[in-house]
């Protein structure tokens, strides 16, 4: 289904400038902590995951406290939590491509060992953030 | 000609966001993350950043654009959804199905990349 980024609704500001605005600090936060990171830890993919887990995290906790909101008076703020908060900023924070990409360097530079390790970290990592980040809204509702 | 200096700390933060206001949009235009996913891992292969590019293209296409035109959290929590609702097909599927369609993006992204390089190289030499 496509979205029409000109089609407002209502609400405090147009749909595309609240995705815009929770774009830029998602992608400047993945940016600044990724370098803080990868001086660290000298891994930059780990500092890649790091910001990941975050934001699965906080995408949890999100998700959690949506759920209260799914009352019609509160749809406009649902609405506003969605696109600058989930499709925004942690749409932007979280990388599907980065990790992509360190996985293949990884595999190509004779590191397989830690591209799997690499790879099951994020994605059972990923899960457990995001259902911890889940119940914590939900055990505070 | 090819830019090879750091850029200032302003001016990177500059060209991440130039990149992530587009990558977003674009995902939320979307409104599929397999789709999504699948472009940005085209772009990062295509644009050559899995060989050496330039720093300013690195933080243009490859911490803005494609990196705020994919997504992990988006990608997880819908994995959550599946493991809550009991659909453990459905998450297995979406983890095998979208790792390979992520991995082949990058990989046809970058043999292309290789491809148009080597094409130039020898228009070049005629």
Redesign the interface.
């Known amino acids: 289904m496509l979205k029409d980024p000109w089609v407002w609704a209502g609400g405090s500001l147009p749909p595309a400038v609240l995705v815009a605005l929770g774009a830029i600090p998602g992608a400047w936060m993945r940016y600044v902590l990724v370098r803080l990171g990868s001086t660290r830890l000298r891994q930059r993919h780990w500092a890649t995951w790091g910001v990941n887990m975050l934001a699965c995290g906080l995408m949890g906790l999100l998700a959690g406290l949506q759920e209260h909101l799914r009352q019609p008076r509160q749809q406009s703020s649902q609405d506003t939590l969605e696109l600058a908060l989930a499709i925004g900023f942690l749409g932007s924070l979280s990388t599907y491509s980065s990790l992509m990409a360190e996985l293949v360097s990884l595999w190509q530079g004779q590191r397989q060992g830690h591209a799997l390790r690499l790879a099951a970290a994020s994605l059972f990592g990923g899960l457990a953030a995001c259902l911890v980040g889940l119940q914590l809204a939900r055990s505070r509702g | 000609m090819k830019d090879v200096k750091t850029p200032r700390p302003a001016m990177?933060?500059l060209w991440?966001?130039l990149?992530?206001?587009p990558?977003?949009?674009l995902?939320?235009?979307?409104?599929n993350t397999l789709i999504a996913?699948t472009l940005?891992?085209f772009?990062?292969g295509a644009s050559g950043?899995?060989d050496s590019p330039s720093p300013r293209r690195t933080?243009l296409v490859?911490?803005?654009f494609?990196?705020?035109?994919?997504?992990?959290?988006?990608?997880?929590?819908q994995?959550?959804v599946h493991?809550q609702k009991g659909q453990w097909e459905a998450l297995l599927s979406q983890?095998l199905q979208d790792?390979a369609v992520?991995?082949v993006?990058?990989?046809l992204g970058?043999t292309l990349h290789r491809q148009r390089g080597r094409l130039s190289q020898r228009l070049l030499k005629r």
Do not use: E, K, Y
């Open positions: 990177a933060l991440v966001a990149g992530a206001v990558g977003a949009l995902r939320w235009v979307l409104a996913n940005g891992c772009v990062v950043l899995l933080l490859g911490v803005g494609a990196g705020s035109l994919t997504t992990f959290s988006t990608w997880v929590l994995l959550v493991l983890i790792g992520g991995l993006g990058i990989l970058a």
